[in-house]
Nanobody, 126 residues
Framework: QVQLVESGGGLVQAGGSLRLSCAAS????????MNWFRQAPGKEREFVTA????????VYADSVKGRFTISRDNGKNTVYLQMNSLKPEDTAVYYC???????????????????WGKGTLVTVSS
């Protein structure tokens, strides 16, 4: 079992920045692929970004490329999501996920994710 706890959400103005954290605990949690997803009100959960266990490989949704950066510190069992140039359409609950595999398509990370956090709310005002 892997437990995931997100933090760092909040209210920010458009153009601002936030850094989310996801603290992982449990057996060999630092060997998992770590992901971030988000779900806006009335919409389906969507993939945002993923990072391999080594941190070498990353993939981003087109909507956040160049603005968001995922990183991980395996010594601290923590994954980070640095979000810059935030837009009102980035408003959502952000979820951290852990998966054993690397998806061939970004949309496939959703079905590969084995463990989920409870989410943290990010609100971007215009």
């Amino acid at each position: 079992q892997v437990q995931l706890v997100e933090s760092g959400g909040g209210l920010v103005q458009a153009g601002g920045s936030l850094r989310l954290s996801c603290a992982a605990s449990g057996r060999t949690s630092n060997t998992y692929v770590m992901n971030w997803f988000r779900q806006a009100p009335g919409k389906e959960r969507e993939f945002v970004t993923a990072i391999s266990w080594s941190g070498i490989s990353t993939v981003y949704a087109d909507s956040v490329k160049g603005r968001f950066t995922i990183s991980r510190d395996n010594g601290k069992n923590t994954v980070y999501l640095q979000m810059n140039s935030l837009k009102p359409e980035d408003t959502a609950v952000y979820y951290c996920g852990a998966s054993l595999g690397w998806a061939t398509r970004p949309s496939d990370f959703l079905t590969l994710t084995n463990y989920w956090g409870k989410g943290t709310l990010v609100t971007v005002s215009s």
